[in-house]
């Protein structure tokens, strides 16, 4: 088969042709105060020389993070990465805060980065967080003041990731674009039991105006999606979207002593919250409406009268972390600080959110022919409004039918039974689910991918040329959930990979799609393009289903773990078509290639 590349446009599909030919209830508040790092040694499918790539850490402990040998080797030379504590001075010396997301440099190149920086910001290990708290139970995490003491006077802590001067300069920026209200910036005030916003349309920001609003009237001062401009909001954002499977996403909140800009409410997403400047009272929640209205998106506040008794009433200073769960009701009111030498300070704090519409409820209704009956259970409690598990993306289903109902089914039907007592309906949903449960998570992942930040670590560019593979050559997956493989053509979509294993029997129009993070923009999706911006492609690469079943072995062989390519499944006939892919994946960032143990072999 030929394996002529086309760069070009494709009309038909809006993709790039680089790989067309080729391939609810009371809950209890914990706070803590610390706790160790646990880890798993990495499997390999070929050994990790001398070194111990960790994965998600819930089997062993140990008090210091393992750093992997290999990794230097296997990214290329000059791939940007983020700041070690050499680099602070610089980064200083640049006006843009350097940040030390780990303790040990090399775990930027670790494949669970995502969920050792959470584990780091909690000071709890990920997997106690993962059995106790997500999509549970608030956690509140207070420093000591000896540690508070440290993490101040560290320019690489945390709590340094964003300072009044970075939200100066963020409403005053010009390029690409000049900030907007709404958009990037939005300025309120909760007074009386209603909020007051100081701009209602998409206006651009004065930012002297801002100030004065903020330093005179009382108002509250919110970024909208600054990790778009901001570095180290988008080295926090990109590292926990690799860990969660889900986009990320934050704001700021500056707000003016003895005042509040936001009413009681809740959200429908996971909350983290760190607090990085002054001082704030927080109060918790349950939903008073969580019976009558599951559903309900909207985050109209509450007023006072409505809701029940608090659940948690807590001050939060520099450096301390919140998390709760989706559907808690809260408010938050700026102290002055008790600090003579600071009592004028504000208060800012960062919030950080994922798993927005991330309930059966939202999947199911993706699946054709099943959102009617899915929504007619918009307020009906029950697993409908579970949340989804952590490992939805874990396994594509490209090629595999009944993969998706045999790893979620049970959850599945639980879902569809507390939709409906209706047999009938309760049957019909159960056969459309069963059949569409695949394109359902599918819809998922690509949306997922559309809309990621950049993994952290990749470049803009890709390399000036595709690097040569060939059987010799090992490569492996560069970021964790960085790629989907999706067989949306109607020809292939009900298709099984031993179907498309002879590339003689395929129509040679047939293309699956792999979706990747590496080709984005830091532009929130949601946002749109501005004026002056180009639209941009999907995301996404072509592939041959005859080379499904290599690309999958890749995708999901063990992070860390590198693959020989003449290990990998395909037809003799195309081999010469996934040399060609792999290289055009290793050169826009997807894989890497490892002359290393490519000498080895």
């Known amino acids: ?99 030390r997301w780990w303790t040990t440099p090399d775990a930027i190149d670790s494949p669970d980065r995502g969920a050792r920086l959470l584990a780091g910001l909690l000071n709890i290990p990920i997997g106690q967080f993962e059995a106790e708290h997500l999509f549970k139970k608030p956690l509140i995490r207070l420093l000591s003041r000896t540690e508070r003491e440290k993490a101040t006077s560290d320019p690489g802590h945390p709590i340094h990731m964003l300072r009044l001067d970075d939200i100066d300069a963020l409403l005053r920026r010009q390029h690409p674009a000049p900030a907007r209200f709404l ?94 400047l002054g001082r704030k009272r927080w109060r918790l929640y349950n939903r008073p409406d969580a019976a009558t209205a599951p559903r309900t998106l909207s985050v109209t506040p509450f007023q006072e009268a409505d809701l029940g008794p608090v659940l948690a009433d807590f001050v939060l200073q520099p450096g301390d972390v919140v998390y709760f769960p989706r559907g808690t009701v809260h408010q938050a009111v700026a102290l002055d600080s008790t600090d003579a030498d600071h009592e004028d300070d504000p208060s800012l704090h960062l919030t950080f959110s994922t798993y927005r519409r991330h309930t059966w409820f939202d999947l199911l209704e993706r699946i054709p022919g099943a959102a009617t009956a899915v929504l007619r259970a918009e307020r009906v409690p029950g697993a409908l409004h579970d949340d989804l598990p952590i490992d939805l993306l874990d396994q594509c289903t490209a090629g595999r039918p009944d993969a998706a109902w045999r790893r979620l089914g049970a959850a599945a039907k639980a879902a569809i039974q507390s939709a409906t007592t209706v047999t009938k309906t309760r049957r019909n949903l159960l056969q459309k689910t069963q059949r569409g449960l695949n394109a359902a998570i599918d819809a998922y992942a690509t949306q997922f991918l559309t809309d990621s930040l950049p993994p952290l670590g990749t470049s803009a560019e890709p390399l000036p040329e595709p690097p040569t593979i060939d059987e010799h050559s090992v490569v492996r997956l560069r970021f964790r959930r960085s790629a989907w493989l999706v067989n949306e053509g109607a020809a292939t979509h009900d298709g099984c990979l031993e179907e498309w294993s002879d590339p003689e029997a395929l129509d040679p129009e047939w293309t699956l799609t792999l979706y990747v993070t590496t080709l984005n923009s830091r532009v929130y999706a949601a946002q749109g393009e501005s004026e002056s911006t ?49 290289a055009l994946l290793v050169q826009h960032h997807v894989l890497e290639l490892s002359e290393r143990y490519a000498r080895a072999v």
């Open 183 to 276: 958009d990037d910036v939005d300025v309120t005030k909760w007074v009386g039991g209603e909020r007051v916003a100081l701009e209602v349309g998409h206006g651009l920001v004065d930012p002297d105006k801002v100030w004065h609003a903020f330093k005179d009237d009382g108002f509250s001062v919110r970024l909208v999606h600054p990790q778009q401009w901001h570095p180290p909001l988008y080295e926090l954002c990109a590292c926990l979207q690799e860990y969660f499977g889900n986009v990320v996403t934050c704001s700021s909140y500056l707000t003016p002593p003895q005042t509040q800009g936001f009413g009681p409410h809740f959200d429908d997403a996971e909350i983290f919250v760190i607090q990085l």
């Open 534 to 582: 180009a639209p941009r492609p999907p995301p996404a690469f072509q592939v041959l289903p005859e080379l499904a079943r290599a690309v999958l072995a890749v995708l999901e062989a063990p992070m860390q773990a590198c693959v020989l390519v003449s290990a990998l499944p395909v037809h003799p006939n195309a081999r010469d078509d996934l040399h060609t892919l792999l």
């Open 1 to 99: 088969m030929a394996s002529g590349v086309n760069t070009g446009p494709d009309p038909g599909q809006g993709l790039p042709k680089i790989a067309q030919a080729c391939g609810t209830s009371m809950w209890a508040v914990d706070m803590v105060r610390c706790g160790k790092r646990r880890r798993v040694d990495a499997l390999a499918i070929l050994p990790d020389v001398g070194g111990s790539g960790a994965v998600c850490d819930r089997e062993s402990e140990s008090d210091s993070e393992s750093v992997s040998e290999v990794a230097a080797h296997i990214s290329p030379p000059g791939t940007p990465c983020t700041a070690t504590v050499d680099d602070v001075a610089e980064g200083d010396a640049l006006g843009v805060p350097v940040i």
